[in-house]
């Protein structure tokens, strides 16, 4: 056989040398993490409160992890003040072995759930095998805890931003509809990363309940952006819908509302499109001159020889004249209060934000007002970067009840001490696990690597 018959019928691809590896160092991963949590166990049996804490016996428990299952015995104790049983390592790490899901797997799991359709499919791509079933994914986002206050680090400006927008999405249930879910967008400008623009501060607010929409909002913006309604201005963008475009009455003279251009581009093309005077009509929206525009619309209204159609022009055009300013540029009002608009950019985020939720929450799906409300917790959580999960660990850890170490450097020291332990076996583990065998499959493992 010669040398390239030898490569065609005998060599590995890059993807399967990735993919060797990566089960080899799944394997040596679970024997390193279950040596280093039995050390750990092992010093907070020998450091504990022998009068408080009497150990019963061992316990085996299977954890999934990222890298995937991790089987250990961890100490079980009888806590003679509180009565009852418990085991020192789950509070001292924080976790709950019962669950037998990792942090980091259910946060990897949920964020799956919440960015793409096929979330299992994913993470059993990712751990090389199926880990948990499409109802244990949906209980982990029913039960996920999402920081509901996580107000902005430093304001940077009196403009707030904010684009307004609802999302349709059917309903569970033998003849119930769709209900409206109103979600909204909020900044405070833009800023240049490289070539790409990104948005300061942002935040998104999901309405619940059935009180007042802007009620609930102004004091999601007093929570998260210290807003002060003496001082704070406001520039909503949105489609006419009646529940946005009363922001009007409810903040008054502290905002400017603007009718998305892409809403009222779309219905001027379903009313003009093919008329002659079309294009000037175009070119006087793409300019946001509202009082050229109102004149070009009046100008062929009874020319449409459409009946529907002359109706939806009639009222487009009274919707504008309703709410004066609606189309021209939000910058002219705000020079006008005296703001520097320098670094501005023109409206319209809100329909790529209602594109990412209706590809996850709407085509032929339907849902429970609970799990559609979890869901929007936890997508809108990611789209934020706020981390789910961290109150419930964080609460678990501040129990007293098991607390064994007095102090953060005594835990430390005692990771410490495990993590040093573990390192010696790094060796023994990598050729047990025969992790270079995966690469020289076919090489005599005599020759020295």
Excluded at 7 to 22: A, G
Excluded at 151 to 171: H, I, K, M, N
Excluded at 379 to 399: N, P, T, V
């Amino acid at each position: 056989m010669n040398i390239q018959q030898h490569l065609t019928t005998n060599s590995l691809t890059w993807k399967e040398i990735e993919l060797d590896l990566f089960r080899a160092l799944q394997n040596a991963f679970t024997e390193l993490f279950t040596a280093l949590l039995e050390d750990i166990d092992r010093q907070l049996a020998e450091t504990r409160d022998k009068r408080r804490y009497h150990l019963k016996d061992k316990r085996r428990t299977t954890i999934q992890t990222l890298f995937g299952e991790v089987t250990f015995e961890r100490n079980y104790y009888l806590d003679r003040e509180q009565n009852r049983y418990t085991f020192l390592l789950d509070s001292f790490l924080a976790f709950d072995g019962s669950q037998s899901i990792s942090p980091c797997l259910e946060e990897t799991a949920v964020g799956l759930a919440v960015e793409c359709s096929s979330y299992r499919k994913a993470l059993a791509q990712m751990i090389g095998y199926p880990v948990m079933s499409h109802e244990a994914i949906r209980q982990l986002v029913l039960e996920a805890e999402v920081p509901l206050h996580c107000p902005v680090d430093q304001r940077y400006g009196r403009v707030l931003f904010v684009e307004a927008d609802g999302l349709f999405v059917s309903r569970q249930g033998k003849g119930k509809r769709a209900k409206e879910d109103k979600i909204l967008t909020v900044h405070e400008g833009w800023k240049r990363n490289g070539s790409r623009i990104e948005f300061v501060n942002q935040r998104h607010y999901v309405h619940e309940g059935k009180g007042e929409v802007w009620e609930g909002f102004e004091e999601f913006l007093m929570n998260e952006y210290a807003y002060n309604p003496c001082r704070d201005l406001l520039v909503i963008n949105g489609d006419g819908a009646p529940w946005i475009t009363a922001c009007r009455e409810y903040f008054k003279g502290r905002v400017c509302f603007q009718l998305d251009r892409f809403h009222v581009a779309r219905e001027l093309r379903q009313c003009l499109s093919g008329h002659p005077r079309w294009q000037a009509i175009r070119q006087k929206l793409a300019k946001q001159d509202e009082e050229g525009l109102l004149v070009e619309l009046n100008s062929v209204l009874g020319t449409l020889g459409d009946e529907a159609k002359e109706q939806q022009l009639a009222a487009l055009i009274h919707r504008i004249e309703s709410m004066p300013g609606c189309i021209r540029d939000y910058r002219e009002w705000l020079k006008e209060q005296g703001v520097d608009t320098t670094g501005m950019y023109p409206m319209g985020r809100a329909e790529s934000v209602m594109s990412q939720l209706a590809y996850r929450v709407k085509y032929r799906r339907s849902w429970t007002d609970k799990g559609l409300g979890a869901f929007f917790k936890a997508m809108i959580a990611r789209m934020d970067g706020i981390r789910l999960f961290g109150r419930r660990w964080e609460e678990e850890l501040s129990q007293p009840a098991e607390e064994t170490a007095s102090t953060a450097s005594t835990k430390q020291t005692i990771v410490n001490k495990a993590k040093q332990r573990v390192r010696r076996l790094w060796p023994e583990i990598t050729r047990k696990q025969a992790i270079f065998t995966a690469i020289v499959r076919d090489t005599d493992l005599s020759c020295p690597v």
